[in-house]
């Protein structure tokens, strides 16, 4: 590497990261992505290795394999645990120091709670790939569990409550709903497999927020005729050990709270100092850098950037694929001395599956889809955006095989979960 050449130091490999990481791949400048993980994680996926769908492997890819053929790039294994803004360097947690002439900061949210009394100590959550293994190996093990005393059912041993109807609520609730209805139904018969339960909660009046009315009339329906339970207009009020306490009064026993109810930025954005919006998003400007400091671009789920609507973004992958791509145009003109350009995201739709040969897809021009052509068009485009080839084969394989035959292959206790009750991560 050229030792004059200036560096541009990216922090997170995942949607957008990685795309800023490829854009600035033919510029005449030094990249060094950082991730505290080896892989980039193809989260719109997670909830199919939380439902034994899918393998964790075939969700994650190598980070150092995606740009090995990139010269200019470096990676680096670390988490980033501060940013000195105006020394321009990150300190990682390996003791390192790495200096920068410029920063991409791409590294996503995390769940909050919202205050919420037992979601951090009760409640699973699935923001990362472990937390998805042991949402699976914990539901397993409440079969297994069922499966010596029977009479754990009734006290919510396969009850599994999912708060916050958006995509991974609706999706997390269908793909359980076949889990346990027609593949564990197999395999624990005599275990009363009838009262196992999905119930997803939702604080609005309609699942899906966001979507249009037939869209999140759709996935209701759906849920519904499939067994899961669905109650709109009430919130999680806490959860404890032994279940899921409703703000209408209700109480569900249960063993599994899954909270997908939101996320806050990750908290590397609240050490910098710097104007925070909603969900602790960084607020940037137009050319999404950082106000008064030109060298620095958020990007991503952790930027506060406001459309054209003034509406803020949505935290999906599209606007962190767009947002990492401006940033490296924009560093570019950086380097050759001219201005730089406002972000414009580009909606591609939007889309939820429901469960099999069900999705809701709403793309531009006003075109939309459900049922069967609905989960076509998510399936392939979920297998397009998918890195790596092999992840894409694998992926088609598992999901052929989980059509043909109804069944689920990756039902196996791993282990993450040897402290019962315990969810971490
Ligand atoms: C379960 C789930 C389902 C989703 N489904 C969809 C969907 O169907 N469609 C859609 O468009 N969007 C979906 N999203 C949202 C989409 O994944 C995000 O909008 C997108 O990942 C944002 O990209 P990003 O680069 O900002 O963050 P991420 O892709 O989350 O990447 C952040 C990266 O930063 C790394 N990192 C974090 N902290 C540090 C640190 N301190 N040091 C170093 N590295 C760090 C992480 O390991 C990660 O690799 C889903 C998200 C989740 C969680």
Known sequence: MGATRPHVLVVGAGFGGLSATRALAGLPVDVTVVDRNNYHGFWPLLYQVATAGLSADDIAHSVRSIVRDERNVQVRMAAVESIDLDARHVELDDGHRLAYDYLVLAAGTVPADFGVPGVADYAFTLKTLPAAVRLRDHVLRQFERAARDPSLVDQGALTVVIAGGGPTGVELAGAFVELFHVVLAKDYAGVGLGRARVVLVEMGDHLLPGFSVASQQEARHVLESRGAGVRVGTAVGSI??????????????????????????????????????????????????????????????????????????????????????????????????????????????????????????????????????????????HLLYLVGVHNRVSVLTSWAWNYVTWDRSNRIIIGLDEEEGKPDG
């Open 240 to 381: 404890t050990a032994d279940g899921v306490h409703l703000t209408d009064g209700g109480f569900i026993p249960s063993a599994t709270a899954v909270w997908v109810a939101g996320v806050r930025a990750n908290p590397i954005a609240d050490a910098l100092g710097v104007e925070q919006g909603r969900g602790g998003q960084v607020t940037v400007a137009p050319d999404l850098s950082l106000p008064g400091h030109p060298e620095v671009f958020v990007i991503g789920d952790l930027a506060g950037f406001v459309g054209k609507d003034g509406k803020p973004l949505p935290q999906v992958a599209q606007v962190a694929i767009q947002g990492g791509r401006r940033a490296a145009k924009n560093i570019a003109a950086r380097l050759r001395g001219r201005p730089t350009r406002a972000f414009h995201y580009k909606d591609k739709g939007i889309m939820a599956t429901i469960g099999r040969r069900s999705a809701v897809a709403e793309l531009p021009l006003g075109l939309r889809f459900d049922g069967t052509l609905g989960w076509l068009a998510w399936l392939v485009l």
